[in-house]
């Protein structure tokens, strides 16, 4: 690749600009997407994110970082690069990056969805020449069902557990995944706990202004003497840790997109898959770079050589872009 960006050793970089964009080790001047760890790392000198993303993005840096924030659609200039942040509708704050230069514009989109959600502003379709867009679902199999349909799959899961004894416990990726889901679920249907990693990042969230249901953290001191009515958020990380014994017994369920597939049900051992993804799904992916009028794509993650041979057969001058970096399987995780 060449042109306004190339591939480093540190993931994608403006020489003009001299500047970063998601770098996956630390640099002098980072312009951030978003703020989950595949995405943000420690110890850069200076972060750009969209103002939305601030307090996210801080709570996961070092205390002293340098963090400048920008509105969404707002421009700055960074030595002859125009630089503007839009939505991408991922997690909160979540942005694309839009670069000019010499009259050429590219677009990094990070990750992102088009489907709605009550926890961040949705995905802006921004026209460009060059688009690097991700394509963790670039897989015909990859569509998902309306998210109001499966928020109903979810509230009966969670009652008929409560008819059955058992307690759910409904993993989630704590930044972002854990949100949307305590935004989609019905809380009169009982009291709602959360891991102390959700916790946390709910305070993030309650702080900014985000609307979310009640929610308890799971203490000891705070344990129920029943633990059936209650539905459970927490990280996949928790799942068969000791800090589950408290919960038996117990019905698991597991929101991604992962779950499209049912074999995946199976190998985590989850009773219940939710295809509930903060990514777009095949559909959407192709609607997307379409709706850009990009002259030329490059994609990454997930599928990329298998859909960047797709876009080539179907007259578009794309190009798989590897930006594979040690947090991979974070974004798995958030999928």
């Known amino acids: ?135 963790t679902f670039g897989l015909p199999i990859y569509r998902w069902p309306d998210p109001e349909a499966v928020f109903g799959e979810i509230n009966r899961w969670w009652s008929q557990n409560q008819e059955k004894g058992l307690t759910s416990v409904l993993f989630g990726y704590s930044l972002g995944k854990a949100q949307r889901l305590l935004a989609g679920v019905d809380p009169s249907i009982g009291p709602i706990y959360t891991h102390g990693a959700v916790e946390t990042m709910n305070e993030v969230y309650r702080d900014d202004g985000v609307d979310l249901p009640p929610t308890t953290y799971v203490s000891d001191e705070n344990a129920p003497s029943d633990w059936s009515p209650a539905l459970v958020v927490a990280p996949s990380s928790a799942g068969g840790s000791r800090w589950m014994h408290r919960f038996d017994p117990v019905s698991t369920g597991f929101a991604s997109g992962w779950m499209r597939i049912r074999g995946n049900k199976r190998r985590r051992s989850l009773d219940r898959g939710f295809v509930l993804s903060d990514h777009l799904d095949w559909p959407h992916l192709n609607d997307v770079i379409q709706g850009t009028g990009a002259d030329r794509v490059y994609v990454t993650h997930g599928n990329n050589e298998t859909f960047a041979r797709w876009l080539r057969e179907t007259g578009v001058d794309a190009e798989a872009l590897s930006l594979r970096t040690p947090y991979d399987d974070e974004s798995s995780n958030a999928a």
């Open 1 to 135: 690749m060449n042109g306004l960006l190339t591939v480093s050793d540190a993931g994608l970089y403006c020489e003009v600009g001299d500047f970063y964009v998601d770098p996956h080790r630390a640099v002098p001047r980072a312009i951030v997407t978003h703020a989950h760890g595949d995405h943000a790392q420690r110890g850069s000198g200076r972060y750009l994110c969209s103002a939305e993303g601030a307090s996210v993005l801080r709570h996961r840096m070092n205390e002293n970082a340098s963090i400048q924030t920008l509105p969404y659609g707002e421009s700055l200039t960074v030595n002859g690069v125009t630089v503007s942040l839009h939505p991408a509708g991922h997690i909160r704050g979540s942005a694309q990056v839009r670069l000019e230069h010499d009259g050429e514009v590219w677009v990094v989109t990070g990750d992102y969805k088009v489907a709605p959600d009550p926890t961040c502003t949705s995905f802006e379709l921004v026209p460009c020449d060059v688009l690097i867009t991700e394509c």
